[in-house]
């Protein structure tokens, strides 16, 4: 079986006569070929989405909110099959599949619904006889170039944005999850997307890196490594293209000594080893007061010890793979970092093997103890079922060291005591912020993103998209019938 990228509208083979293989994470069986496809096939997809442009922009908002809606309620339809591909393909567990399918199918009808909406101002001019408003407009081309770790839901985050506010579409999608790009694809085409407006082509990252060099893409949404996305920055910037980066975490879990332990518990298991730790919102530091510190470890360490590795189409599984030998690898490494600098492995800290994992790339849900803020382990994302315990003597220490760190994505704190937990809202320099609960689980009508190296600024989901996929015009309509100069001409007021 391969997969073939889509351009224009067809199914197409790919120029380069290239393919690339992926392979199950759970068992390393191969379960598809793509195309590894070359500057021509990425020349040919851009070209078919500039093409496009103008017809698609001057569709009206609600026609394209229409496509959005069919596309929503197919997914919907065939949630199951899309879910297990998901699992097939990146590894996470069935139920945390089907969450990913659902925020996918939740973003398409959230965005469909903004057809009928992207308002702009009307708002008073300074000068009479004269009517001033501010209406969206589309950039043009967007390369969209996304990751594995959710692969139907960050697509659709990306996607359906640029979509109903008038962009066309190249999607790259990452060479780890070739499945669900091509189910979300066909399913845009099923929905009756015009050819040209979504275009796929698959590939690695020199496909991803001669997309982002098209000259008529106009826009590149990435979500990825810190590294590629300062370099897609710089190149954006030195040839004026719109740019949208979201670039991990190193997200942490407060807990202070007045909290609802179990609660705590229970949403520092879920964060840092749900989906194996493979999300930008993963707790990876535990941020405990000194008091309730060793109990909550120990704790900690024990329900990590008890989580029940295994394939994510096996129903008892409950942490999955990881999605490659190179992450299986990056985290291993990082093992020896933490002991280099003197944390403890507290638990986990090796692959896992026997027990029917052998074919996979599992790694034991793992915890770093006696882990300064300093360290790389507290510093760096390691996207791994990988958390470090750090300790502190307060919230004021306890916000300091989470502040501490070069992403900005997530912070969770777990307090009863309402003035620490106000004041922490305030000065926690993150994206995103929750008060007892983890640091997983943003739904779709907020914005996404963070501050700092996590992003550029901008913001996923919510409303806030569409200022990701869109820039401003003002229109001022002048009715007076005479030349009327703004700031000069100034009867009628104080003077
Ligand atoms: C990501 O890991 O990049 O809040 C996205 C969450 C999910 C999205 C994660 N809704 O964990």
Known sequence: MAEKNFIHGRWADPRSERYLERENPATGETITRFPDSGPQDVADAVHAAAAAFEAWRFTPAPRRAEILFRAAELMQARKEKLARDVTLEMGKVLPEARGDVQEAIDMTYFLAGEGRRQAGQAIPSELPDKICFSVRQPHGVVAAVTPW????????????PALVLGNTVVFKPSPYSPLSAANLVG?????GLPAGVVNLVFGGDQTGAALVEERRVAMVSFT????????????????????????????AIIVLDDADMDLALDAAVWSAFGTSGQRCTAASRMILEERIAPAFTDQLITRARALRLGNGMDADAEVGPLVSQAQLDKVERYMEIARDEGATIACGGARAAGDGLDGGYFFQPTVLADVEPGMRVAQEEIFGPVTSVITCSGVERALEINNGVQFGLVSAIFTRDMSKALRAIERLDTGIVYLNAGTIGAEVQLPFGGTRATGNGHREAGQAALDSYSEWKSVYIDYSGRLQKAQIDRSGGAN
Do not use: Q, T
Request: hydrophobic share 40%; glycine share 8%; aromatic share 8%.
């Open 149 to 160: 770790n959710f692969p139907m839901a960050i697509p659709c985050w990306k996607l359906m």
């Open 187 to 191: 399913i845009l085409e099923e929905a």
């Open 224 to 251: 990825g490594s810190l590294e590629v996305g300062r370099e897609i920055a710089a190149y954006c910037a030195r040839y004026s293209k719109r740019v949208h980066l979201e670039l991990g975490g190193k997200n």
